[in-house]
């Protein structure tokens, strides 16, 4: 069994940190409070909610729900995703508690059926049987509102409403969200900068509603010592440079480290001392893996595109990317065309950006693709 889970739910035991954030969450959601919880793309935000939803203070003294609106375009979509994290949440706790969501969610009662036979229920609702979503929402904020038990509902990539075309979402969820009781709110994402937008901004609803979370890298201490504790545990030895070397090779970027280290484990013989070289061995193994993805992604660029891809994969972080002086260095055809090709790339996600002030910092939101690049160019 790999002690380094790439996917599902974590474990506990093999759960990396993340103590302070916990008790933060643990502290800020039991007075009270609603959370807006961001950081940059996998970092563990995700694993962190349920992480927290485990704690003993949580488990089974709330209904905790998770959902990702990362797929959403429309609240239509976003009232469909509420309602079926409800109803899934609720399935295992029985025929009341079930019928309790039920007969609140009146807009939608046709698409709740119990097998006649099996007394198995079923939630087939579809897209177009939400015809008013407003009230089918305000109905879901009802149940939460009188749920036996207190709720915390979790909004995964929370910034996508801000692409709905409907334009009053914010202000209609902002008007629920305040004058709840029951159900505590954790707002997630990484698009920081639209989600402070959100947040933070006097003239947005949701100005001023939450205490704020940004997670960042788990310190390099710790997660050395974890990452060769789990080789310990299972009768195994990494020395502390080599997981080190992991950490470092990725900046302590959660979800890389993870990757890199999962694959560490499974592929070095088990009575081998894991050392520098094999840590770095596996990692050419895994760039090579993935050459053929990477390349079929850069092969959908245009010249443009690659060349401006390319020079930010070479600066890893890039700042002033208009500049004259980064023009220059990079051999680039003009400012307007990096700044075209720039936000092609945001677009289709190849690239991402931090912003302080009026400066941005561009990277490559994938660091084995960043890494590839800079081998292979
Ligand atoms: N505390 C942790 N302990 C162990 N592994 C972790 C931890 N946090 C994150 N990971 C690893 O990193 C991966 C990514 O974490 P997660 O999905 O929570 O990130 P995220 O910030 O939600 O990402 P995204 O921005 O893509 O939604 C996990 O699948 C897991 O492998
Ligand atoms: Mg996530």
Same mark, same amino acid.
């Given at each position: ?185 954790? &707002?997630?994402?990484?698009? %920081?900068? /639209? !989600? ?5 901004? =006097?003239?947005?609803? @949701?100005?001023?509603? *939450? ?19 789990? &080789?310990?545990?299972?009768? %195994?030895? /990494? !020395? ?5 070397? =992991?950490?470092?090779? @990725?900046?302590?970027? *959660? ?27 596996? !990692? ?9 993805? @990477? ?83």
């Amino acid at each position: 069994m790999n002690p380094f889970y790439i996917t599902g739910i974590i474990p506990p035991a093999y759960f990396c940190d993340r103590k302070t954030e916990t008790d933060w969450l643990v502290r800020t959601i039991t007075n009270q409070a609603n959370v807006l919880l961001t950081s940059p793309r996998r970092m563990g935000k995700t694993q962190l909610i349920r992480h927290f939803y485990e704690r003993p203070e949580i488990k089974g003294h709330y209904h905790t729900f998770y959902v990702d609106i990362y797929p959403t375009t429309s609240l239509h979509e976003f009232v469909l995703f509420l309602s079926k994290e409800i109803y899934s949440v609720l399935v295992p706790k029985g025929k009341a508690v079930l019928d309790g969501f039920l007969s609140v969610l009146r807009s939608l009662t046709g698409s709740f059926t119990y097998d006649p036979v099996s007394g198995v229920p079923s939630f087939d609702v579809k897209l177009g049987d939400i015809q008013a979503p407003e009230l089918t929402l305000g109905e879901i904020f009802d149940y939460l509102e009188k749920a036996d038990l207190p709720c915390i509902f979790a909004i995964d990539e929370f910034q996508q409403i801000d692409r709905y075309p409907e334009k009053n979402v914010e202000a209609i969820l902002r008007s629920h969200v305040q004058t709840m009781n029951n159900c505590r709110f954790i &707002f997630a994402g990484s698009n %920081r900068h /639209i !989600l402070e937008n959100m947040f933070h901004s =006097a003239a947005k609803p @949701f100005y001023n509603s *939450t205490e704020q979370l940004y997670l960042d890298r788990i310190a390099r201490e710790k997660y050395v010592a974890f990452i060769c504790a789990k &080789f310990r545990e299972a009768g %195994r030895e /990494i !020395l502390s440079g080599a997981a080190q070397l =992991a950490y470092d090779l @990725f900046d302590g970027h *959660t979800y890389y480290v993870h990757n890199l280290l999962h694959h560490v484990f499974a592929t070095v013989a088990p009575e081998k001392k894991v050392d520098e070289n094999d840590v770095l061995f596996v !990692l050419e193994a895994l760039l090579e893996e993935k050459s053929h993805a @990477f390349a079929g992604q850069l092969s959908q660029l245009n010249y443009g595109q690659k060349e401006t891809l390319v020079a930010i994969a070479k600066a890893g972080k890039a700042t002033g990317v208009t500049s004259v002086a980064f023009i220059k260095k990079n051999a680039l055809k003009s400012p307007s065309s990096v700044q075209y090709a720039i936000s092609t790339l945001l677009d289709s996600k190849i690239l991402t950006y931090e912003q302080e002030g009026r400066a941005k910092t561009y990277s490559l939101e994938d660091r084995f693709l960043e890494m590839w690049v800079r081998r292979v160019y």
